[in-house]
Nanobody, 124 residues
């Protein structure tokens, strides 16, 4: 069992930055691949970025490449999402997710555990 708690969301102007954190707990949480997804009002939840359990591989949606960076600190069992050059279309609830199986990291169906989400609002 893995529990995930996101933090760091808020209101920011376009062009600004935010860093989200996802703290994981559970005996084997550090061995899980982690991902970030987001869901805007009226839209489906979509993939943002993911990282393998040891940080060896990362994946990004085209819409965030070059602006967002995912990283993890396994000593703290925490995953970070650094978001730079934010745009109004980045506005959404951001969810952290964890999975033991790294085969479907860009799909919601690939994850077993989800956090409650944190709101990110980018004003124009």
């Amino acid at each position: 069992q893995v529990q995930l708690v996101e933090s760091g969301g808020g209101l920011v102007q376009a062009g600004g930055s935010l860093r989200l954190s996802c703290a994981a707990s559970g005996r084997t949480a550090s061995t899980y691949a982690m991902g970030w997804f987001r869901q805007a009002p009226g839209k489906e939840r979509e993939f943002v970025t993911a990282i393998t359990w040891n940080g060896g591989s990362t994946y990004y949606a085209d819409s965030v490449k070059g602006r967002f960076t995912i990283s993890r600190d396994n000593a703290k069992i925490t995953v970070y999402l650094q978001m730079n050059r934010l745009k109004p279309e980045d506005t959404a609830v951001y969810y952290c997710a964890a999975t033991k199986v790294a085969g479907m990291l860009t799909r919601t169906a690939g994850y077993n555990y989800w956090g409650q989400g944190t709101q990110v609002t980018v004003s124009s």
